[in-house]
Structures are given as structure tokens and as C-alpha cells.
């Protein structure tokens, strides 16, 4: 890997791992959808693959722009440096997404309730979206910084993708999913509640029942406040809107 000297070099690893992600994520997500049995749950996964089609069809985009100015750079004597051959061709594998996906992918080989199962498929794809969240923000940053604006909303786009499908997540975990895990529902198949109420993980975490979804909020919330300090102080103001 050639030396990278400014933080355009940085942005375009940050694509490149990012590419990497939405490719792995793409082959990850039919299995969770295989493996979810609430309808919405299943539904939200399915959209979620196509959205993450359209996104790596995004970064192509985003590849192109940032190609199309180095070779600019190029005519007007300056160096392309290591982005050239970065996207010319050769593989790069984000390895915190694949660490991600083998991790969901270890829980998901588990023998459980189904109910039990729903929640853990969406921990595995909230950690999915938090770190797509992370690489988002800090290459729409680092776009913003070196005032590509076109790259700078297409990232944004994708990025406000990610927010959406994290709170949809949020939304079933807590407005259901996490309670029937809690509680062992959707057991037909299988037996004994109190088995199930000892594979949820939420008991613990939980309390009671009135005081869970307060907790859980704010545990699968926790990357909110993020969102407007790790990036940039414009961040704050525009990430989760949607109008350009
Ligand atoms: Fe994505």
C-alpha cells in the first residue's frame, strides 16, 4: 500500500472500507432474513438489502467523482499518489465488518427460541449500521473539509439510509421484539418458558417490564448523541434530514 500523505487519501480508504462493507453486508443479510421469523423484522431486512444494493451502486459513484479529480489533478501536473492504484483495481477487506458479520453469524448458529432469535438478529444488524454510521460520518467529514460537496451528499444520502434502518430496528426491538424474547414467545416448538426467560439476555438489563423500554431505548440509542459530535458541527444540523 502506497504512503498516504493528506486526508484525501484518507477519504478514499475510508470509501474503499466502506465498499467493502456494503459488499460483505450484502451476502450477510439473506441469512438474517432466512433466519428472522417476525414478519416486520423479516421485511425490514429485505428492504434493508435492497437499500444496501443501491448504496454500493452509491460508492460507485463516489469512486467515480473522486477518480474523475485525480485524474484532473493529474492533467494539472499533481500526483495522484495512493488513490490511484487504490481504485484501479486490487481488493481491500473492511475487516471490522467482517469481524461484525462473523460475530452475527456465531449467534445466529446458536440453538434458541425464535423470539430470542429476532432479538438477536437485530443486535447483529444494529452493530452492522453503527459501524456503516461511523464510516459514514467521518468520510462525509472528510468530504465536507475538502469541499466536495457531491461526494459529500451522496454520503449523506447513504448515511441518512443507515440512521433510518438503525431506528426501524430500535423500533421493533423495543416496541416488541425484545418483550417477546423476554418473555419467550413464539415458543410453539419448543418448550418451557422459563428455559427461553433464561436464554434473554434482557432480564438482567431490564428490571421490569414498565422501566424495559426506557433502558433499552436508551442502550440502543447510545450512538444518538454521536451524531452530532463525531463528524463535524454541520453534521449536527443536517444528518437526519433528509432535504438537501
Ligand atoms: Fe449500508
Redesign the pocket.
Known amino acids: 500500500m502506497e504512503k498516504m500523505i493528506n486526508l484525501k487519501d484518507l477519504l478514499k480508504h475510508e470509501v474503499q472500507d466502506l465498499y467493502s ?2 459488499e460483505q ?1 450484502i451476502e450477510a443479510l439473506p441469512a438474517m432474513i432466512d433466519k428472522a421469523q417476525n414478519k416486520q423484522l423479516k421485511q425490514a431486512l429485505q428492504n ?1 438489502l435492497a ?2 444494493r443501491k ?1 454500493k451502486e452509491r460508492l460507485d459513484e463516489v469512486r467515480s467523482l473522486l477518480n474523475d479529480e485525480d485524474a484532473e489533478e493529474e492533467n494539472g501536473g499533481k500526483s495522484k499518489g495512493f488513490f490511484s492504484k487504490f481504485f484501479g483495481g486490487g481488493s481491500h477487506k473492511c475487516k471490522g465488518m467482517e469481524g461484525v458479520i462473523a460475530e452475527g453469524e456465531k449467534i445466529m448458529g446458536e440453538d434458541m427460541n425464535p423470539a430470542v432469535m429476532d432479538a438477536a438478529i437485530i443486535a447483529c444488524a444494529q452493530k452492522v ?1 453503527h459501524y ?1 454510521i461511523c464510516g459514514y460520518g467521518t468520510a462525509r467529514a472528510y468530504a465536507r473539509e475538502l469541499n466536495m460537496g457531491n461526494v459529500a451528499e451522496l454520503l449523506e444520502e ?1 448515511l441518512n ?2 440512521y433510518e ?1 438503525d431506528d426501524l430496528l430500535t423500533d421493533l426491538a423495543v416496541g416488541r421484539l425484545n418483550e417477546k424474547a423476554e418473555n419467550g414467545e413464539m415458543r410453539s416448538n419448543r418448550k418451557p418458558a422459563s428455559r427461553s426467560k433464561g436464554a434473554s439476555t434482557s432480564k438482567k438489563s431490564a428490571p421490569s417490564k414498565k422501566s424495559a423500554p426506557a433502558k433499552k431505548g436508551a442502550a440502543t440509542k447510545s450512538a444518538s448523541p454521536a451524531r452530532g459530535s463525531r463528524t463535524s458541527k454541520k453534521a449536527a444540523t443536517s444528518k437526519r434530514s433528509k432535504a438537501k
Request: zero cysteines; proline letters at 0%; aromatic letters at 0%.
Open positions: 462493507a456494503e453486508i434493508h437499500v444496501t448504496q449500521e456503516e447513504t439510509e443507515e434502518a
